[in-house]
């Protein structure tokens, strides 16, 4: 069963630019998160999509957008690229553990967005 | 506010001596929080999470509401912890609020 798969790896663009991330959830799960992690720090929530509806939204300008498909996968999108957006893009597959264990999320690999 | 502090952004200890990274969080009500760790090359992993009072690869954490703390201890490291270890709790959005981390560095 495959994990959270995101693409691309690794991305290299050019300040004003515009970027698209993509992230397939696990199998089965059908909320999807976003967060961004610059350099030292931990990682920042950006989106959170749950049945294709926007269920939360984090400290993020308006140059950041996201959707989520039927089929659970999501993309996130970042218009007009700052130098200062260059981190690493993290997706996360949510998902009901059951019992006291609550939720549970999975992240991907993530993909390396370097703005130049 | 919701926030999580790990005041120490590096922490190194020799192979066989105890361990215990700091965690302290920021939360109106009862916190669900998680430790999270990232080996060098892989991918961010849940280490434990409190409400399944679970002890994984020998580490324990314990959530403390009156220091509002859930710091996470090993009492015999080895060189295969070393790795950035992240705090974090379940936000209001359902989200993850995470800490800024701490890399432990295990040495021989």
């Known amino acids: 069963d495959a994990g959270v798969t995101q693409s691309p790896t690794h991305l290299i663009k050019t300040r004003g630019q515009q970027v698209t991330l993509r992230c397939s959830p696990i199998?089965?799960?059908?909320?999807v998160s976003w967060y961004q992690q610059v350099l030292g720090q931990g990682p920042q929530f950006i989106f959170q999509?749950?049945?294709?509806?926007?269920?939360g939204r984090g400290n993020f300008p308006d140059r950041f957008s996201a959707r989520q498909f039927p089929n659970y996968s999501s993309e996130l999108n970042v218009n007009a690229l700052l130098l200062g957006d260059s981190a690493l893009y993290l997706c996360?597959?949510?998902?009901?553990?059951?019992?006291?264990?609550?939720?549970?999320?999975?992240f991907g690999s993530g993909t390396r967005l370097t703005v130049v | 506010a919701q926030r999580v502090t790990q005041p120490e952004k590096l922490l190194s200890v020799f192979k066989g001596a105890p361990v215990e990274l700091k965690c302290n969080y920021s939360?109106?009500?009862?916190?669900?929080l998680f430790w999270y760790v990232q080996y060098s090359r892989q991918r961010l992993q849940l280490l434990l999470r409190?409400?399944s009072r679970e002890s994984i690869k020998g580490f324990t954490a314990d959530l403390n509401k009156g220091e509002t703390s859930f710091h996470l201890k090993k009492p015999f490291a080895q060189e295969e912890d070393s790795a950035m270890y992240y705090c974090?709790?379940?936000?209001?959005?359902?989200?993850?609020?995470f800490g800024k981390g701490t890399k432990l560095s295990v040495k021989p």
């Open positions: 409190h409400i």
């Open positions: 974090a709790l379940t936000g209001s959005q359902g989200n993850l609020i």
């Open positions: 996360a597959s949510r998902y009901w553990s059951g019992g006291p264990s609550g939720y549970g999320y999975t």
């Open positions: 939360y109106s009500g009862s916190p669900e």
């Open positions: 999509y749950y049945e294709k509806e926007e269920r």
């Open positions: 199998s089965g799960h059908k909320s």
